[in-house]
């Protein structure tokens, strides 16, 4: 009888990215159009200020991945370096410390040290970037894809409540884009939390706890600057 284990592990860097942009995307638009509404302007002023949240947000969104996986990406190559550098000027001592590695982790010393030399015959460098660094030799940041992906989810998101504002009757904006931008981050994190095989429940009370109260403080800071205008 075959035994299968299906591990989530490998999903966490992209489940991320698309939580997050999806999440800022709703909570930011929802709560941009919401507070603006709340300061009693036209629909048309409510509108606009949706799709300028969207685009900025977009690419605010971007440019914040792509400069943080790309400050990742030259972290770890500066590593690679440092322990390329160090296997080329003294390999029996990065094989010995390879090995205590092993010991650390349980793996009895002189089998630990079969190991470390049998894997550094293999790939020296890939060995040590991997058991001792633990990053991948090949790299897995991708800054371009980040920054793609993160606004994209982004994007996606925001245009929940904008089409939500866009259908609403002025008078019922605010209830219909809050309750609806509510429903929204319900199934949001209920997606997210099955894709990472964590509880639904808590995944959706998280999300959506969170969105109802950015929601409530900018709707509360639209209607006081409202009533001051």
């Known amino acids: 009888m075959s035994h299968h284990e299906i ?3 490998n999903r966490v860097g ?11 995307g709703i909570v930011s638009t929802a709560s941009l159009i919401i507070g603006v509404a709340a300061a009693s302007t036209s629909h048309e002023s409510i509108l606009l200020a949706g799709v300028a949240g969207l685009v900025a947000g977009a690419m605010s969104m971007a440019a914040g991945e792509y400069v943080s996986v790309s400050s990742q990406s030259d972290t770890e190559k500066a590593d690679l370096v440092l322990e390329r550098k160090s296997l080329e000027e003294d390999f029996g001592f990065e094989q010995r410390e390879l090995a205590e590695i092993y ?31 633990g990053i991948s030799v090949d790299g897995d940041a991708r800054p371009i894809q980040a920054a793609f992906s993160s606004a994209g989810s982004f994007v996606v998101g925001a245009a929940l409540p904008l089409g939500m504002a866009w259908l609403a009757p002025v008078n019922l ?3 219909i ?29 998280r999300v959506t706890f969170w969105g109802a109260l950015a929601m409530a403080l900018t709707a509360g800071v639209g209607r006081v600057f409202g009533v001051v205008a």
Not at 17 to 22: I, K, M, N, R, W
Not at 123 to 131: E, T, V
Not at 177 to 205: C, D, E, P, Q, Y
């Open 173 to 175: 904006l605010i209830v």
């Open 14 to 24: 992209w489940l991320r990215a698309s939580v997050l942009g999806a999440n800022d």
């Open 177 to 205: 884009v809050a309750l609806s931008s509510l429903v929204f981050l319900v199934l949001l994190g209920s997606v997210a939390a099955r894709a990472g095989g964590a509880s639904i429940i808590s995944g959706a009370i």
């Open 103 to 133: 010991q650390q982790r349980g793996v009895e010393p002189r089998l630990a040290q079969q190991v470390a030399e049998q894997l550094m015959e293999h790939d020296a460098l890939g060995a040590h970037a991997r058991d001792e660094i």
């Open 7 to 9: 591990h989530r592990s």
